[in-house]
């Protein structure tokens, strides 16, 4: 609070002559100067990991890093409230980290203010430290596959590349999505983009476990009456919003309507994903706060406050989960390859 520029003179009135080896009072010395004091200075960018995040307890959360910027040469404070036990922030070389592993399940909304001199900066975020262990390796006991898919390890082919080809693979056993869930997976849509079809599907339903959608534009989702979907579509046929390749939200398999697919979250245009290269997927439901995400290589594609249960299933929680395909005239393999879920099926 004193910033400024301050120009100074300090004046002596007596003064020392060498000559005469005596003080000689009729002269005086100035001696001037300017002396700076800056406010002190702080910007915070976010360099690496996410403010929202779903972890699983006993599992590090991805690190949370901001760069500092700052003209200030004492000591940065730093002070987080309400981060998960086992979280914490620290800053080395000007790097702010928020690091750590919790036990304790919960949802963590944080603060993290910086303080340089009397200048503060604050950011928050939710950390969700979800109480499930997770599976990474798929129990085939635990699932259904329905027509043309198969299963080796943790990768499902749920089509090969061949015309009229479906494949489904449900658990065996309903989920409670009165409890979170997530689910992280590579999706393969092929590498035939001109000529490749129908596209996957990510698909919560509570009719049976060998539901079967149908192939060809069907995507092995339409024909399931009931149903909450994420559609990965590849071809566009009557009622798709764009010939690019495209991911969206269908309720009860309504894949041909166009207005069906901004219904709930708009789709999202993705270019070309039949390119041969696997896309890490990651499902998110977070039951008590109602949340719903879906990330594709790393980019958010949907996260909305949605009552799935309410307003897809007449507000029954209990569901089957899994992913269908199809091919038509058009062909693509199509493959999804487990990285993790939780919770384990029962
Ligand atoms: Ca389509
Ligand atoms: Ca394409």
Known sequence: SFEGVYNYSIVSDVVFDKSTNANNISSTLTISGTITVLEPSLSLSLSTGSLAQTVTRTYAISPIQYTLDTNYSGAIEVNASNLPSGVSASITNNVLSLTGTSTTEGIYDFSVTVSVGSVNKSFSGTIIVSPYNCITNLNTSDFILVSDATISGNEVTLTPSQSGKKGMIWTKNKIDLDEDFSIEADLYLGNLNGNGADGMAFVLQRISNTQDGGDGTNIGLGNISESFAVEFDTY??????????????????????????????????????EDGNNHRTIINWAASSKKFSVSFDGTVIFDLTIDIPDIFFNGDSEVYWGFTAATGALVNTQKVSFVEFCPPLN
């Open 236 to 273: 566009r046929g009557t009622g798709d919003p764009t010939t690019n390749d495209h991911i969206a939200i269908i309720k009860d398999g309504d894949v041909r309507s166009s207005n069906a697919h901004s219904a709930y979250a708009s789709y999202v245009d993705v270019g070309n994903i």
